[in-house]
C-alpha cells in the first residue's frame, strides 16, 4: 500500500540547532516526494520536491530509496522556520496533484 | 502570482444540511483538487477535476460530490452533512504535468 508516516508529531528545538524531519515511504514504483509547509495564519505552499535537488530556506532533502526515507534537514533552525510541515508521495507518475500526504510535523524553534 | 480562492473560511451547518464550498483559481489551470485536512491524519485527496466536467474519486470520496462547470471553479458538496464531516477543507489547482499545487487559504466546516 503507499503510505507516508512522519513519526514526529512535534519537534522542538533550539535557534541554531539542527533539524531533521523524518518522513518514510511505501511505494512499489518509481517515486516523487515533496516537502510542504504551513506557516501560522498562512496557506499550505510547496517547499522542495526531490526532483529539484536543490535548498530552499536552508532546507534540503534527500531521497533514500534504500531506506525508503525523504527526510528535511537544517543544519541552523531560525525561529522563522517555526510551522507545520508535511511529507508527500504523488500517487501518479506525471500528475503531480494526486498526493499522498503523512500525518505532519510541528517544528517549533525556540529564540 | 497564483491565486486560489475558497469563498467561505468559517461555517457552522446542521447534521443533514446540504453544504457548498466553492473554489475559484486565476491562473488558467487544468487540474483542481479537494482535499481534507485533520490532526493527526494530514491532508486525504477527496476529488480531482483534470478538465471542466470531468472529475475522478480520490482516497475518501464517500459522502462527497463535486461539481466543475467552468474551468475556474471547483464545488464540493456534502448531499447532507454529518458531524464526521467536521473539518478543515483545503482546495488546490496546478497545471497538468509535475507543476507544483497552489493551495487556498481553507474552509474550516462545523457540523453540529
Redesign the interface.
Known amino acids: 500500500a503507499q503510505r507516508?508516516t512522519?513519526p514526529e508529531?512535534l519537534l522542538s528545538v533550539f535557534k541554531g540547532a539542527p533539524v531533521e524531519l523524518k518522513c518514510n515511504y511505501s511505494y512499489s514504483g518509481s517515486p516523487?516526494l515533496f516537502w510542504?509547509v504551513q506557516y501560522s495564519r498562512q496557506?499550505?505552499?510547496?517547499l522542495l520536491?526531490h526532483?529539484s535537488r536543490e535548498s530552499i530556506k536552508g532546507f534540503t532533502a534527500d531521497l533514500n530509496k534504500g531506506e525508503t526515507s525523504f527526510h528535511l534537514k537544517k543544519p541552523f533552525a531560525q525561529e522563522e522556520d517555526s510551522a507545520m510541515y508535511?511529507c508527500?508521495l504523488s500517487k501518479s507518475p506525471?500528475?503531480?496533484?494526486?498526493?499522498?500526504?503523512?500525518?505532519?510535523t510541528t517544528l517549533q524553534v525556540k529564540p | 502570482d497564483v491565486k486560489v480562492t475558497q469563498s467561505s473560511r468559517y461555517l457552522v451547518k446542521r447534521t443533514g444540511e446540504k453544504v457548498f464550498l466553492e473554489c475559484v483559481q486565476d491562473m488558467d489551470h487544468e487540474n483542481m483538487f479537494w482535499y481534507r485536512q485533520d490532526p493527526g491524519l494530514g491532508l486525504r485527496l477527496i476529488y480531482f477535476s483534470y478538465d471542466v466536467k470531468m472529475k475522478e474519486k480520490g482516497d475518501i470520496p464517500e459522502g462527497y460530490s463535486v461539481s466543475r462547470e467552468k474551468k475556474e471553479r471547483f464545488s464540493l458538496i456534502l448531499e447532507s452533512a454529518s458531524t464526521n464531516q467536521t473539518s478543515m477543507y483545503l482546495c488546490a489547482s496546478k497545471t497538468g504535468g509535475t507543476g507544483e499545487l497552489f493551495f487556498g487559504e481553507g474552509s474550516r466546516l462545523t457540523v453540529l
Open positions: 507516508v512522519q508529531k516523487e510542504y496557506r499550505l505552499q510547496l520536491r526532483i508535511y508527500a506525471g500528475n503531480t496533484g494526486k498526493l499522498i500526504f503523512g500525518q505532519g
